[in-house]
């Protein structure tokens, strides 16, 4: 193969064997390569202008050269066409039009050409090896694969996986884990993507799904289906929750978990440097999980805000430290395994901010339905907090207050709606003096008190609004809570979480998108329009040119 293209038919044939057997890749993709080798060492030969083609029998061995012409009535490239006379001695019958083939004689290989042809076939080699990794391992997210360190890179860990090479990336390796070269390591395969030089498999020991397929390996019952893992969340290296539940009534999910004196959940320790784990079990209710979230604390109380998405834990004043824990892990991880916000406080901060809420929820009823302060307290004692929950609600739930009948409740209504009507107008006032277009108060879901506070964030138009993204209206600001970790996390989420124009009115993702969706409804308005005012400006130009 290296010196001649007739080379020995079995030398051929033994190549393509040998190669295929090594790299592990089908032997078809080595003949081809050996043929394109050929092709392009002949079109060396006989010139590059040729359409030349190569084929080897994969069963005798045998070589045919030849190159591809077209059959014309006058030939005008000479190196891809030929003319009916000649056609006709190279194929009878040959008509115009006709793609016909025209032998070729093997040819010498140059030191050139056959260094050229080997590269051909390296390349070719090659891109099948990365093929076929990536096709072994594109279908393994979420697998446990075990490795050899081949080196550490800038902190990343390249690892040998025998056919392939993965690697950790700094991010994801456990802190303060120390691995050198020729150790072996356990990690999970979080993503296999095609790139240039070979697919990239991107490997984590610090993922939450990690510790869940550890504890799958040790826990039998977990692997059958038995016990469920619900979900997970890791402080990598120091500590981890996770949330179990038994589908057998008759098996303890965090006994299982935990195992005889503790060497289940041992082994699982071990693996992850002694990062200590808390199993717990989890609940379809939300309060409850929560509760078993923040062992080993206390809580006293816990009050779930749907419309807001977050929690808030009451806790006795001793058990305020537990609940959060150092540098806040304890009820950050709680967080991250109930998927919502959490908000710690003591039982005297959690009566202070409720007797807060009911002397402002108290004089806003004083102030806007003109009733005593007796009155006004009933109302906010049974739960009102809004005008619109008094002007809208049955009016027997107001009737149903002790000391309180039904024409109370019809007056105490008329005055909620009279008020709010107040505000409407107040609101429609202010805005046509921040210049808020009217077309605005035309659109879906926008309330006078919304477009108020549009115009004061300089917002005024349909296209100021359409410009906006869902996010920029509606995303609520994230709190910081006392349990940071540190000034600089804080400065970073309150930079990453800032509040949209209108976040303070609690509007759904979906009628973010239903407001600016509208606002943008005249550009494609614009649009339908467009064509025919240009093909009035070019009958325009072209009656200037004719005169």
Not at 7 to 18: C, G, R, S, V
Not at 107 to 135: C, M, N, P, T
Not at 146 to 175: M, N, Y
Not at 319 to 337: D, E, M, P, T, Y
Request: aromatic content about 4%; charged content about 35%.
């Amino acid at each position: 193969m290296a010196n001649t293209i007739a080379a020995n038919k079995a030398e051929l044939l033994a190549i393509a064997n040998a190669v295929a057997a090594e790299k592990m890749i089908d032997k078809a993709i080595v003949i081809e390569a050996l043929e394109e080798a050929i092709q392009r060492a002949a079109r060396a030969r006989y010139g590059a202008e040729n359409d030349i083609r190569a084929k080897l029998d994969t069963q005798t061995g045998d070589l045919r050269l030849w190159r591809v012409v077209e059959v014309v009535e006058e030939v005008e490239d000479y190196f891809k066409q030929v003319d009916l006379k000649q056609a006709d001695k190279l194929q009878k019958g040959a008509v115009v039009g006709d793609f016909i083939v025209d032998p070729l004689p093997a040819v010498d290989l140059g030191r050139i050409d056959a260094q050229s042809a080997k590269q051909v076939i390296f390349q070719k080699v090659r891109d099948a090896e990365r093929e076929r990794q990536f096709e072994e391992f594109k279908d393994r997210t979420g697998e446990i694969i075990t490795g050899v360190v081949k080196s550490v890179e800038f902190g990343h860990v390249v690892v040998d996986l025998g056919r392939a090479e993965g690697v950790i990336r700094r991010d994801q390796q456990i802190p303060r884990e120390v691995v050198r070269g020729g150790d072996r390591v356990r990690a999970l395969i979080m993503k296999v993507q095609r790139e240039n030089r070979g697919p990239q498999i991107l490997l984590s020991r610090a993922h939450p799904d990690f510790m869940k397929k550890l504890f799958a390996q040790e826990v039998p019952e977990i692997y059958d289906g038995v016990i469920e893992i619900k979900a997970a969340a890791r402080d990598p290296g120091s500590r981890a929750k996770i949330g179990v539940i038994s589908h057998d009534s008759s098996i303890d999910p965090v006994g299982a978990c935990v195992g005889m004196k503790g060497s289940r959940v041992q082994a699982v320790v071990q693996e992850m440097q002694g990062e200590k784990i808390d199993i717990i079990p989890w609940s379809e209710d939300t309060a409850t999980f929560i509760v078993n979230a923040l062992q080993p604390a206390t809580v006293s109380r816990v009050v779930i805000d749907e419309e807001e998405g977050r929690i808030e834990v009451v806790v006795p004043d001793d058990q305020l430290s537990l609940a959060i824990g150092r540098r806040g892990q304890n009820v950050r991880l709680a967080s991250q395994l109930t998927g919502r916000g959490i908000d710690i406080m003591t039982e005297a901060e959690s009566s202070e901010k409720r007797q807060k809420e009911f002397v402002e929820r108290s004089e806003m009823f004083q102030q806007e339905l003109d009733v005593d302060e007796t009155l006004a307290q009933l109302l906010v004692a049974e739960g009102f907090s809004e005008l619109e929950e008094v002007a809208y609600v049955d009016p027997s739930e107001i009737a149903a207050i002790e000391g309180f009948d039904e024409g109370l409740a019809e007056e105490l209504q008329s005055r909620a709606q009279e008020a709010l009507d107040r505000r409407e107008e107040a609101n429609r006032t202010e805005r046509r003096e921040l210049g808020v277009e009217d077309a605005l108060a035309e659109l879906p879901i926008l309330t006078e008190a919304m477009l108020v506070v549009l115009g004061k964030a300089g917002i005024k138009t349909l296209d100021d609004l359409a410009d906006l993204a869902t996010d920029e209206l509606i995303q609520k600001a994230r709190e910081p809570r006392r349990n940071e970790r540190s000034d600089r996390e804080m400065r970073r989420n309150r930079t990453e979480d800032k509040a949209g124009v209108l976040a303070v009115f609690g509007l759904s993702e979906e009628q973010g998108n239903e407001i600016i969706m509208a606002a943008r409804a005249h550009w494609f308005d614009d649009e339908d329009s467009a064509p025919a005012s240009v093909i009035e400006e070019e009958d325009a130009v072209a009656a200037d040119d004719s005169q």
